[in-house]
């Protein structure tokens, strides 16, 4: 019975901290606006500089609206699928992904290594890829659910089975995906309403992550203090170390 438990602080943080790190980039006017210091599209820029993946950045920053809402949208959809257990292992794997990118895009020259915090996020989702969710999660409560539905002693079990919790996790993703379309919805309207978050306190490119070389921050040698806080210009120095930071 503990072991079942074990893995739902993990996944309640994940979840919240995805969650978080989407709405927070949709609140944000400033990091869908080209020429904010702050955009998703000077990040980009910033980060290929010293980026193994320097290309890829590139070519991204020419279509970096859509990035930034694309990476918005997924934090979003991973947190909220992690959270509720629902498509468990899809959430986590991609979770992965994002912290891979993210790793490569913002942190890859954190020094030492274990000072950027999104290499600890890639390696945090393998239990739940591996594992899976554990208790109370929709994926376990659907399939529960369809077993009750088909009845021990009919024929065909395992295929009405197998179709009814296609079905119901079908339903599910539907409502989530409609409760999650609401929350994005919401946090860009309210965003823009108030006018957005100020630049002094940016959403950063990574959920938990400072922002790379074009916001001020404390693993550049050029610059002052700043994220998840701060902003300025892009610096010319490679980041040499980078501590943990709160969600983006």
Known sequence: MTRNWALVPLRVFLGVTFAFAGLQKLANPDFFRSSSPISIQSQLLGAARHSPIHPVLTA???????????????????????????????????????????????????????????????????????????????????????????????????????????????????????????????????????GGTPSRAPASLAAGTAPPPTAATTTTTAQPPGPPSGSASPSTAPPTTQAPRPPG
């Open 60 to 194: 991204l920053g020419h279509v970096a609206v859509l990035v930034g809402v694309l990476l918005a949208l997924g934090e979003l959809a991973v947190g909220l699928g992690t959270l509720a257990g629902l498509h468990a292992r899809v959430a986590a794997v991609g979770g992965l992904l994002i912290s891979l990118g993210l790793f490569l895009s913002v942190s890859f020259h954190s020094s030492p290594y274990y000072t950027g915090s999104d290499i600890v996020f890639l390696f945090a989702w393998t239990p739940l890829l591996v594992a899976g969710p554990g208790p109370f999660s929709a994926d376990a409560l659907l399939a529960g659910r369809a077993g009750r539905g088909t009845g021990a002693a009919s024929a065909g079990t395992g295929a009405d089975m197998e179709r009814r919790t296609l079905l119901l996790r079908a339903g599910a993703t539907a409502a989530l995906g409609a409760a999650g379309a609401v929350a994005a919805g919401l946090a860009a309207g309210i965003g823009r309403l108030v």
